[in-house]
């Protein structure tokens, strides 16, 4: 397929996919149920990081998640005592448990306390052209607070490697408006031009028969690889190429 006719055909799969109708099957619902930037930021950020295996039970648990805080996750983040935290003792989503929520908890409050919130610690340097160095950072400031080990594995590091999937569709989420009410773009700080395309299993094997990806591996190396073809196809917005290559893979099983 050529240049133009690629370009076309996924176009094509954006206008189909990037559409209101999307929320209702996909994690993002999460984060519409609230109006309050911190509010959609942190219920997000926590939607996002739960956000692998079945999509049924990933809305299961991020519900429960919101339940917990009584609708809202900001105030819960910021005035909870120790105490207040024993409501998340039975929270498991596979091996995302009670004990790495509260650590969760925890550090956001440190990000909006010490560190002005997720939009500025994840904001990429003027040197910059992706999120790599920034959500390094993000990991770095996560964890200056006291935290068990385990918990470390739950935040990815694309300086390790890792395509950081889970964070990417976060940022997709928080930072690309695309004018159809699925992406929230609310963090006018950022650019959409440096966004990733959140790479899964699906979004990949698609990639890979549109010759989009060649690297076998979905890791950070995979990912810029794709980043830099679909830069080449719309440079201003290139992971609005999300939904076409998701859409492709889940629903068309292409």
């Known amino acids: 397929m050529k240049k133009s006719e690629l370009k076309e055909f996924l176009d094509e799969k954006v206008v189909l996919y990037n559409t209101p109708n999307f929320i209702e099957s996909d994690p993002i619902q999460i984060p519409h149920l609230f ?7 942190i219920s997000g950020f926590l939607t996002a990081t739960i ?18 805080f009584d609708h809202s996750p900001f105030d819960f983040v910021m005035n909870h005592e120790e105490n207040d ?38 904001l990429v340097d003027e040197k910059q052209t992706d999120y790599k160095h920034a959500i390094h950072h993000l990991k770095q400031v996560f964890f200056e607070t006291p935290h068990q080990q385990r918990t470390q594995k739950h ?5 390790k490697n890792s395509a950081a999937k889970r964070i990417n569709m976060f940022l997709r989420w928080m930072v ?9 773009g609310i963090w006018k700080t950022h650019k959409p031009a440096n966004l990733s395309c959140p790479l899964d299993v699906h979004s990949g094997n698609v990639a890979r028969k549109l010759k989009l990806l060649l690297r ?21 917005d290139p992971v609005k190429y999300d939904f076409a290559l998701f859409g492709l893979g889940v629903f068309e099983k292409f």
């Open 35 to 41: 109006t309050k930037k911190e509010d959609i930021e």
């Open 155 to 159: 935040i990815s590091d694309p300086l």
């Open 51 to 68: 956000s692998w295996g079945n999509r049924t039970m990933i809305i299961k648990n991020a519900t429960k998640m919101m339940d917990y």
């Open 176 to 184: 690309r408006n695309d004018n159809s009410g699925v992406d929230f």
């Open 216 to 236: 076998k591996q979905n890791d950070w190396k995979a990912l810029s690889e794709l980043d830099t073809n679909l830069r080449k196809l719309d440079p201003n």
């Open 85 to 122: 935290l024993k409501i998340l003792e039975n929270f498991v989503h596979r091996t995302f448990n009670s004990i790495d929520l509260q650590q969760f908890i925890k550090s956001l409050k440190h990000i909006y306390t010490h560190h002005q919130g997720l939009e500025k610690v994840l």
